[in-house]
């Protein structure tokens, strides 16, 4: 067997670069995101119920943490 070498170094999240370069180009992408999370967001709830919507609240609290220091900063 052969080990195979590629000298290209692996992304971890491919798609963050692609999602970046589209609102670099258009900034309404940003309104489809949204539009697609939420619906993510109502699936999950009408999949698994309260837990998916709790699931969700703990994940945004360090984002809620960043804006309220960024909303306070002098």
């Keep these: 067997m052969s080990v195979s070498t590629t000298n290209t170094p692996a992304s ?5 670069g692609h999602i970046a370069r589209d609102v670099s180009r258009d900034i309404n992408v940003v309104f489809y995101l949204l539009t697609i999370a939420l619906t993510v967001l ?15 609240a703990v ?14 900063l002098p």
């Design 12 to 16: 971890p999240f491919p798609v963050l």
């Design 42 to 56: 109502v699936l999950a709830v009408k999949t698994w119920g309260l837990v998916a919507l709790t699931l969700t």
């Design 59 to 72: 994940a945004l609290v360090p984002v809620m943490f960043v804006l309220l220091i960024w909303v306070t």
